[in-house]
């Protein structure tokens, strides 16, 4: 009844004969658990999405114990417990302080009818992740979500599911008991149902019941084993960081020179402006419009010298055009997908009769990375892939278009050894598109680190590229929605998100703009995007006193690159989000759990942005301990509500006590000048930050070519000490000055010392 023996992923594992199946569970760590239920005999294909397979592990040594009613599996030097009922297949994990979590409520099932595990929900248990979701809840009780990749018809509004991504991840809270987290490790049409009390139902129509739990116990180290398991985001260039400018579409090239021109007069932070599809030849991927962009390699250029970067989008569908070189070639290699009766299929997109690549095999991947070629020698940085879930429409552009659809999912797709259906495969047409144009990039400018930009995608997509979520519309509803969703994101295991700032369709009001940019800076991926059709959306559209406010924060935001630079590093390096809900940092405390409309920007600054109309004045919560008023330095005692005014220029931004800040001086583009000074805002308390730099665009620092400066901060007796570096690690920053500014005495102003930064040891004290 119970075997030990290797996983079909080369791992010792532990195998049982249950009512509804075989069950396979193998510790990959002591505290990352696979469970696997076949009906038959289980896949010996890799997981889609799990870079590592079981033996890359770790592993551990388990002891089974077993009594008339249970099965125990415990996992050694405190790990999990796995306790198994043989008599029924249900499940539970306990811990090594006894306890219980993620037990199954009924036995779980796999058989040709699908799968299906529902598992009990505790008291006072939240759920959050689950990828990109509407509404403005930030907790997903009560939801029935949906995985299958879709151009939603109704774009973002509340209740709209599924939406562009499918990301079957999820972690659950509760006070005073691990948090543990969940990868649904199914690509087929799946959802996860939360609707029933005490019950966390998720079902998929076929393959495998197949989980990894990753126990916390806190919320932090859950996330840090999510990218163990489904990866690390790359370090992405530290332009990528700036502001991004976009429009469907910046055309001629005569206007995308205006609106590069209109942002360095009125100074307003740019990095990068976005190509949608009208630079295109007819909708042709990898193909310039010849009158509309004549010399797009002087325009890049030109741009260049400015301190900007062009992003340009593509889609996946290519245009059936006999006389179009990547049709010919797509087509003689046989790349594109065909249908159960072999032939290639064609869809309606943007350049009418369209066919579409199998991202699925490694070779079309290769071919369409090498067909960026025509855009990076062009001098393009980046590049925006659209369209990916894959969405077709129902009918041609030129009679109307409208996304109606996807990909029949009978289509045969995948490498030959792994032949499956679109069925299997569909939620991971973005993701393979995104890993097409990462490693393309990657290949074609192996010096500089690739940028990508997807829409769709499935979980691991973070291994590629940065996402946005996709069509909003300009309405308070999806700003307000718009924290809780990318939050989520983040939980799930993407830092790298953004929403179009101002909202894409429909027109932005002046106020609804103003308290968009407020809140946008927040977003790791800040870029102002909006629909063709809709009414101008840059910052100046909207009146001076908008274009004042914008200017304020994207200045904010500028000033804050060295932090963010160190919380993106972070986020590579472990997969900490870099925009994440107070629970994060908050687990115990259940005020939290559902504080949606505040949001930490890694772990010493927390904004509260307004995200309501005709608001002048909001409540804040302050979870427990010392905070400080970013805009007055004023101290200010938690655990409390305070009613924080907010006129329209005003985002409400507190910082933890113990933050030593790095902030840099006013840029244009990130690029323009060196860090200095360079400003570390201290605020009273203890704490440490370990600051990262490097030259913000190669890999060398994948070979020692970086530094930290650990800043710390402790209060001793009636001082404030600050210890800054020493610096550590090879590269060398521009020689500069450090300013170290101490905010919060009373109504003092705060105090300043300036020296040289030689990278030596220095300690500082001041007097409270
Ligand atoms: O069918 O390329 O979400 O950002 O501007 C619309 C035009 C296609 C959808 C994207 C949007 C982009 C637009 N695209």
């Given at each position: 009844?119970?075997?030990?023996?290797?996983?079909?992923d080369?791992?010792?594992?532990?195998?049982?004969?249950?009512?509804?199946g075989?069950l396979?569970?193998?510790?990959?760590?002591?505290?990352?658990?696979?469970?696997?239920?076949?009906?038959?005999?289980?896949?010996?294909?890799?997981?889609?999405?799990?870079?590592?397979?079981?033996h890359?592990?770790?592993?551990?040594?388990?002891?089974?114990?077993s009594?008339?009613?249970t099965?125990?599996v415990?996992?050694?030097?405190?790990?999990?417990?796995?306790?198994?009922?043989?008599?029924?297949?249900?499940?539970?994990?306990?811990?090594?302080?006894?306890?219980?979590?993620?037990?199954?409520?009924?036995?779980?099932?796999?058989?040709?009818?699908?799968?299906?595990?529902?598992?009990?929900?505790?008291?006072?248990?939240?759920?959050y992740?689950?990828?990109?979701?509407t509404?403005?809840?930030?907790?997903?009780?009560?939801?029935?979500?949906?995985?299958?990749?879709?151009?939603?018809a109704?774009?973002?509004?509340?209740?709209?599911?599924?939406?562009?991504?499918?990301?079957?991840?999820?972690?659950?809270?509760?006070?005073?008991?691990?948090?543990y987290?969940?990868?649904?490790?199914?690509?087929?049409?799946?959802?996860?149902?939360?609707?029933?009390?005490?019950?966390?139902?998720?079902?998929?129509?076929?393959?495998?019941?197949?989980?990894?739990?990753?126990?916390?116990?806190?919320?932090?180290?859950?996330?840090?084993?999510?990218?163990?398991?489904?990866?690390?985001?790359?370090?992405?260039?530290?332009?990528?960081?700036?502001?991004?400018?976009?429009?469907?579409?910046?055309?001629?090239?005569?206007?995308?020179?205006?609106?590069?021109?209109?942002?360095?007069?009125?100074?307003?932070?740019?990095?990068?402006?976005?190509?949608?599809?009208?630079?295109?030849?007819?909708?042709r991927v990898?193909?310039?419009?010849?009158?509309?962009?004549?010399?797009p390699?002087?325009?890049?250029?030109?741009?260049?010298?400015?301190?900007?970067?062009?992003?340009?989008?593509?889609d996946?569908?290519?245009?059936?055009?006999?006389?179009?070189?990547?049709?010919?070639s797509?087509?003689?290699?046989?790349?594109?997908?065909?249908?159960?009766?072999?032939?290639?299929?064609?869809?309606?997109?943007?350049?009418?009769?369209?066919?579409f690549?199998?991202?699925?095999?490694?070779?079309?991947?290769?071919?369409?990375?090498?067909?960026?070629?025509?855009?990076?020698?062009?001098?393009?940085?980046?590049?925006?892939?659209?369209m990916?879930?894959?969405?077709?429409?129902?009918?041609?552009?030129?009679?109307?278009?409208?996304?109606?659809?996807?990909?029949?999912?009978?289509?045969?797709?995948?490498?030959?050894?792994?032949?499956t259906?679109?069925?299997?495969?569909?939620?991971?047409?973005?993701?393979?598109?995104?890993?097409?144009?990462?490693?393309?990039?990657?290949?074609?400018?192996?010096?500089?680190?690739?940028?990508?930009?997807?829409?769709?995608g499935f979980?691991?997509?973070?291994?590629?590229?940065?996402?946005?979520?996709?069509?909003n519309?300009?309405?308070?509803?999806?700003?307000?929605?718009?924290?809780?969703?990318?939050?989520?994101?983040?939980?799930?295991?993407?830092?790298?998100?953004?929403?179009?700032?101002?909202?894409?369709?429909?027109?932005?009001?002046?106020?609804?703009?103003?308290?968009?940019?407020?809140?946008?800076?927040?977003y790791?991926?800040?870029?102002?995007?909006?629909a063709?059709?809709?009414?101008?959306?840059?910052?100046?559209?909207?009146?001076?006193?908008?274009?004042?406010?914008?200017?304020?924060?994207?200045?904010?935001?500028?000033?804050?690159?060295?932090?963010?630079?160190?919380?993106?590093?972070?986020a590579?390096?472990?997969?900490?989000p870099?925009?994440?809900?107070?629970?994060?940092?908050?687990?115990?405390?259940?005020?939290?759990?559902?504080?949606h409309d505040?949001?930490?920007l890694?772990?010493?600054?927390?904004?509260a942005?307004?995200?309501?109309?005709?608001?002048?004045?909001?409540?804040?919560y302050?979870p427990?301990?010392?905070?400080?008023?970013?805009?007055?330095?004023?101290?200010?005692?938690?655990?409390s509500?305070?009613?924080?005014?907010a006129?329209?220029?005003?985002?409400?931004?507190?910082?933890?006590?113990?933050?030593?800040?790095?902030?840099?001086?006013?840029?244009?583009?990130?690029?323009?000048?060196?860090?200095?000074?360079?400003?570390l805002?201290?605020?009273?308390?203890?704490?440490?930050?370990?600051?990262?730099?490097?030259?913000?665009h190669?890999?060398?620092?994948?070979?020692g070519?970086?530094?930290?400066?650990?800043?710390?901060?402790?209060?001793?007796?009636?001082?404030l000490?600050?210890?800054?570096?020493?610096?550590?690690?090879?590269?060398?920053?521009?020689?500069r000055?450090?300013?170290?500014?101490?905010?919060?005495?009373?109504?003092?102003p705060?105090?300043?010392?300036?020296f040289?930064?030689?990278?030596?040891?220095?300690?500082?004290?001041?007097?409270?």
């Amino acid at each position: 009844m119970i075997t030990q023996k290797l996983s079909p992923d080369g791992a010792p594992a532990i195998y049982v004969d249950t009512p509804p199946g075989q069950l396979c569970l193998t510790f990959l760590q002591p505290d990352i658990v696979r469970v696997r239920l076949a009906g038959g005999n289980f896949s010996p294909r890799r997981s889609w999405a799990v870079p590592p397979p079981d033996h890359a592990f770790s592993g551990t040594d388990w002891e089974v114990f077993s009594d008339p009613s249970t099965l125990r599996v415990a996992a050694a030097s405190g790990g999990l417990t796995a306790n198994l009922d043989p008599a029924t297949g249900r499940l539970s994990f306990t811990d090594g302080q006894k306890r219980n979590f993620c037990s199954d409520a009924e036995p779980p099932k796999a058989d040709s009818s699908g799968v299906q595990c529902v598992k009990e929900v505790a008291d006072s248990e939240h759920f959050y992740g689950f990828g990109e979701r509407t509404g403005i809840q930030l907790e997903r009780s009560g939801r029935w979500m949906h995985n299958w990749t879709t151009d939603p018809a109704q774009m973002h509004s509340t209740g709209v599911d599924p939406m562009y991504k499918a990301i079957p991840v999820y972690l659950a809270v509760r006070p005073g008991g691990p948090a543990y987290g969940l990868y649904f490790n199914n690509t087929w049409r799946s959802s996860f149902d939360l609707r029933m009390p005490g019950q966390l139902m998720y079902l998929a129509e076929a393959g495998e019941l197949d989980y990894y739990l990753v126990y916390g116990p806190t919320p932090s180290e859950v996330t840090e084993k999510f990218a163990a398991l489904l990866g690390h985001m790359p370090l992405p260039p530290r332009w990528s960081l700036g502001y991004h400018q976009s429009r469907w579409s910046y055309t001629p090239d005569q206007e995308v020179r205006r609106i590069a021109a209109e942002l360095r007069r009125r100074k307003l932070p740019c990095d990068v402006l976005h190509l949608d599809i009208d630079y295109m030849d007819g909708y042709r991927v990898f193909t310039w419009d010849k009158e509309r962009f004549p010399n797009p390699a002087r325009l890049a250029a030109d741009l260049r010298a400015q301190g900007f970067r062009l992003v340009s989008i593509i889609d996946p569908g290519v245009k059936s055009d006999p006389d179009y070189a990547v049709y010919r070639s797509g087509l003689e290699q046989d790349y594109f997908i065909r249908d159960a009766s072999r032939q290639v299929v064609h869809r309606y997109v943007w350049p009418d009769d369209s066919v579409f690549p199998d991202f699925s095999r490694p070779e079309v991947r290769a071919w369409w990375g090498e067909l960026q070629r025509t855009l990076t020698d062009t001098g393009i940085a980046g590049i925006w892939n659209d369209m990916n879930e894959p969405v077709v429409f129902s009918l041609p552009f030129s009679q109307g278009g409208g996304s109606v659809g996807s990909l029949p999912v009978d289509c045969p797709q995948g490498p030959p050894d792994e032949r499956t259906t679109h069925a299997e495969v569909h939620n991971l047409y973005g993701s393979g598109m995104a890993q097409a144009s990462y490693e393309g990039l990657l290949k074609l400018r192996p010096e500089d680190r690739p940028f990508n930009l997807c829409r769709s995608g499935f979980a691991g997509i973070q291994r590629w590229t940065a996402s946005w979520m996709g069509d909003n519309a300009s309405s308070w509803e999806h700003l307000e929605m718009s924290l809780p969703q990318l939050m989520n994101m983040g939980l799930s295991g993407t830092p790298f998100v953004g929403v179009d700032i101002g909202g894409f369709t429909d027109h932005a009001t002046p106020e609804l703009f103003a308290r968009w940019i407020e809140a946008g800076i927040l977003y790791p991926f800040c870029r102002g995007h909006s629909a063709i059709g809709t009414i101008q959306q840059q910052p100046w559209d909207f009146g001076e006193q908008v274009e004042a406010i914008a200017r304020k924060y994207l200045e904010l935001r500028y000033r804050l690159l060295p932090y963010l630079y160190t919380l993106f590093y972070q986020a590579h390096t472990t997969g900490q989000p870099i925009l994440r809900p107070l629970l994060y940092h908050f687990p115990d405390d259940p005020a939290v759990f559902h504080l949606h409309d505040q949001a930490m920007l890694g772990p010493s600054l927390m904004a509260a942005p307004i995200v309501q109309p005709g608001r002048h004045a909001r409540s804040v919560y302050l979870p427990a301990g010392v905070w400080y008023d970013y805009w007055t330095s004023e101290r200010l005692e938690g655990a409390s509500t305070i009613l924080a005014p907010a006129p329209l220029d005003h985002l409400p931004l507190y910082v933890r006590a113990g933050a030593a800040l790095p902030l840099g001086p006013l840029m244009a583009y990130t690029d323009e000048k060196p860090l200095d000074p360079l400003t570390l805002e201290v605020y009273p308390g203890n704490g440490q930050f370990d600051f990262y730099e490097d030259d913000g665009h190669s890999f060398a620092y994948q070979d020692g070519e970086f530094t930290v400066t650990q800043l710390a901060v402790s209060l001793e007796g009636g001082r404030l000490v600050v210890s800054v570096g020493p610096r550590q690690g090879r590269y060398q920053p521009d020689p500069r000055r450090i300013i170290v500014r101490v905010h919060g005495g009373g109504s003092q102003p705060p105090v300043e010392e300036t020296f040289e930064d030689t990278g030596a040891f220095r300690r500082l004290y001041f007097d409270l």
